[in-house]
């Protein structure tokens, strides 16, 4: 036998872990995909990790910060917040279901229930954005498994009662999951209002710099956290170590910059609702809003998306006035740190009851720029018109 290994081995062996790591204020990325047992009887012991998809030491400090965010004892991480919601429906339904989903639902998880939930079996009816509780019940069936919320409605901006209908959902032996990306799990904690599943697309007010992609679940039963991990395993999803730490990073400052989002985004909605161009603001916060009784019993705070309407559906002018905009991008995305405008219309055409409000819609995301600067921005924006 040798002495020692030869050099070639040694080379192989040199990064092994040292016996102790300094103390700093994030936690170690751990890139590996093979997770070392500590011993033989360890290989198959189901309550350790044995691969690095199930997540190593970024991705356990950024599960137990959202827990904390979320008041919730499970909490699961996706490569993207489309992939969270669409991860979290098929943990919990199967063939021969029926789930009904908000008619102003995000439309990237309209587009994969209509396209991937019906060709495998499951039945997909859309309700109005702001059906009463009653009336949703009415329309359940006996195979009515789950109902999808989202509050406020993307894009047009209308508020649910979640507290009824989660509450009338499970009385019946029906489950809840809300897509609550737009409080961020600060300003509303779904699962304290007895939702089973809170999703969050986390690419927005989490990251909050606009580069990173991940999604997060979080369940209000053991159960749920049981089909979660089922799905995760199944399906194969996972998230890099570097984009767990990124998530980890902006969740630490996200009560600060979503304060100052708020603060920003409702200067700029009181002052576009005094414009003369301006027929209505979509913001729940405003006491203006239809909504606003609502938001302000359930809702702790308010976030910087909200829309409002011009008033011309011209669609010649809307473009004259977005390509007018110096400050607010143009783009689909929000919740980083840039504002950003979008003519929402083109997108109501999946609607079965569009937002009928006399004019064109526009949804602001308002950033983190002096808010002053972004309304003299709308306002060189709208002298174009």
Same mark, same amino acid.
């Given at each position: 036998? &040798?002495?020692?290994?030869? /050099?070639?081995?040694?080379?192989?062996?040199?990064?092994?872990?040292?016996?102790?790591?300094?103390?700093?204020?994030?936690?170690?990325?751990?890139?590996?995909?093979?997770?070392?047992?500590?011993?033989?009887?360890?290989?198959?012991?189901?309550?350790?990790?044995?691969?690095?998809?199930?997540?190593? =030491?970024?991705?356990? =400090?950024?599960?137990?910060?959202?827990?904390?965010?979320?008041?919730?004892?499970?909490?699961?991480?996706?490569?993207?917040?489309?992939?969270?919601?669409?991860?979290?429906?098929?943990?919990?339904?199967?063939?021969?279901?029926?789930?009904?989903?908000?008619?102003?639902?995000?439309?990237?998880?309209? &587009?994969? $229930?209509?396209?991937?939930?019906?060709?495998?079996?499951?039945?997909?009816?859309?309700?109005?954005? &702001? $059906?009463?509780?009653?009336?949703?019940?009415?329309?359940?069936?006996?195979?009515?498994?789950?109902?999808?919320?989202?509050?406020? %409605?993307?894009?047009?901006?209308?508020?649910?009662?979640?507290?009824?209908?989660?509450?009338?959902? &499970?009385?019946?032996?029906?489950?809840?999951?809300?897509? #609550?990306?737009?409080?961020?799990?600060?300003?509303?904690?779904?699962?304290?209002?007895?939702?089973?599943?809170?999703?969050?697309?986390?690419?927005?007010?989490?990251?909050?710099?606009?580069?990173?992609?991940?999604?997060? =679940?979080?369940?209000?039963?053991? /159960?749920?956290?049981?089909?979660?991990? /089922?799905?995760?395993?199944?399906?194969?999803?996972?998230?890099?170590?570097?984009?767990?730490?990124?998530?980890?990073? %902006?969740?630490?400052?996200?009560?600060?910059?979503?304060?100052?989002?708020?603060?920003?985004?409702?200067?700029?909605? +009181?002052?576009?609702?005094?414009?003369?161009?301006?027929?209505?603001?979509?913001?729940?916060?405003?006491?203006?809003?239809?909504?606003?009784?609502?938001?302000?019993?359930?809702?702790?705070?308010?976030?910087?998306?909200?829309?409002?309407?011009?008033?011309?559906?011209?669609?010649?002018?809307?473009?004259?006035?977005? #390509?007018?905009? +110096?400050?607010?991008?143009?783009?689909?995305?929000?919740?980083?740190? /840039?504002?950003?405008?979008?003519?929402?219309?083109?997108?109501?055409?999946? +609607?079965?009851?569009?937002?009928?409000?006399?004019?064109?819609?526009?949804?602001?995301?308002?950033?983190?720029?002096?808010?002053?600067?972004?309304?003299?921005?709308?306002?060189?924006?709208?002298?174009?018109?």
């Amino acid at each position: 036998m &040798r002495d020692r290994p030869t /050099e070639s081995t040694r080379l192989l062996h040199t990064d092994r872990a040292p016996n102790g790591l300094l103390k700093v204020v994030g936690p170690p990325i751990q890139k590996g995909s093979t997770v070392l047992a500590p011993c033989a009887e360890a290989l198959y012991d189901g309550t350790q990790a044995t691969y690095g998809r199930a997540g190593l =030491a970024s991705h356990e =400090a950024l599960i137990a910060g959202l827990e904390e965010l979320e008041h919730a004892s499970c909490v699961r991480l996706f490569p993207s917040g489309l992939a969270a919601m669409t991860g979290s429906l098929l943990s919990v339904l199967r063939a021969g279901d029926e789930v009904l989903v908000t008619d102003a639902i995000y439309k990237p998880t309209r &587009r994969f $229930c209509d396209r991937v939930l019906q060709r495998y079996g499951v039945a997909v009816r859309y309700y109005p954005a &702001r $059906c009463d509780p009653d009336s949703l019940m009415r329309l359940c069936s006996p195979t009515t498994r789950l109902i999808v919320l989202e509050s406020p %409605g993307s894009l047009s901006f209308e508020m649910q009662d979640v507290p009824a209908i989660a509450a009338a959902a &499970r009385a019946r032996g029906m489950l809840t999951l809300m897509d #609550n990306t737009w409080a961020a799990g600060v300003y509303f904690k779904p699962l304290d209002h007895g939702v089973d599943l809170s999703v969050q697309a986390l690419t927005k007010y989490v990251g909050g710099h606009s580069d990173v992609f991940m999604g997060s =679940a979080a369940a209000r039963t053991p /159960e749920m956290s049981q089909a979660l991990d /089922e799905a995760i395993l199944d399906f194969g999803w996972a998230v890099s170590p570097e984009d767990a730490y990124m998530m980890l990073r %902006g969740l630490r400052t996200l009560p600060t910059r979503l304060d100052r989002h708020q603060h920003s985004a409702l200067a700029v909605a +009181r002052w576009l609702a005094s414009h003369t161009r301006v027929r209505d603001v979509l913001h729940p916060a405003l006491q203006s809003s239809i909504d606003h009784a609502l938001w302000r019993r359930d809702f702790t705070g308010a976030s910087g998306l909200f829309a409002f309407v011009l008033d011309t559906e011209d669609q010649a002018v809307v473009h004259r006035f977005l #390509n007018a905009l +110096r400050l607010f991008g143009l783009g689909f995305s929000w919740g980083g740190f /840039e504002s950003l405008a979008l003519n929402c219309d083109p997108q109501f055409t999946v +609607r079965l009851d569009p937002p009928a409000h006399g004019g064109a819609m526009i949804r602001l995301s308002v950033g983190l720029e002096d808010p002053g600067d972004l309304i003299d921005d709308l306002q060189r924006a709208l002298e174009t018109l």
